[in-house]
């Protein structure tokens, strides 16, 4: 860990923990102090269950752990609880990213998401086997990357040095995605933001990326379109090159 630069944050997605970033942390801590939180229930914090398990336990937790002016970078399920952090307690932040997140991930009226249909069978899936469950939303993570088979064996591997996640994580973090909106508080955001796509990711289609714009003018987009849901895993450089790029212009800003 480098001990000069900007402080950056990385929180992961449902079923993950701080280990899906072990690949691509050498590629920004030449640049920035970098600190990873596991989601409440999940890798360190398996024990640290909120009661009731909602996004703004969530938020209230990791805001807590987080060090001062840092830019926060929320994957998948952590860009949900990052944009709650920017909503909630806007002043522990410089700047927000999110990495194939969303204000709502399931489909609804005129909305692109994940489909209802898919979400109940993970819920029906996670009683039988969360094992399996897990290597399947692996599987659709990285399901249009031209490396998808080698993105799930990184992924695989890196969170296997990791505990396995609490069950009621797991069960709450799945309804969280499934009725979570946030849609009506992201125009409140006023962290500089930035938010980054994957064209092939089917879990959050670019289909949505116009109707996020419209809710959150203020934030910056990009889309990357040769990568999925995990563009970390599948363009490590390129994802931390518009890191950097947008971490430092806020440090310029700051500074003029």
Known sequence: MSNTGIDIVLLHGWGMNSGAFSSFIPYLQDSFRVTTIDLPGFG????????????????????AQLPKDCVLIGWSLGGLVAQKIAINAPEKLSGLITIASTPRFSAGHCWPG????LLNMFEAQLEKD?????????????????TAKNDIKTIRQQITDYPDPAEEALKRGLSILANEDL???IGRIMT??????????????????????ELHPQADTVVMPHASHAPFISHPQQTADII?????????????
């Open 244 to 256: 950097y790029r947008f971490s430092t212009s806020l440090q310029h800003q700051r500074a003029s």
């Open 192 to 213: 500089p933001t930035l938010r980054l796509y994957g064209r092939l990711d089917s879990l959050v289609p670019t289909a949505g990326i116009d109707r996020v714009c």
């Open 130 to 146: 969360y094992k399996k469950t897990l290597e399947r939303f692996l599987a659709i993570q990285a399901m249009g990357s031209a």
């Open 114 to 117: 994940i489909a209802e249909d």
């Open 44 to 63: 360190e914090n398996v024990a640290a269950l909120p009661s009731p398990y909602t996004v703004d336990a969530l938020a209230k937790l990791c805001a």
């Open 183 to 185: 849609r009506a508080q």
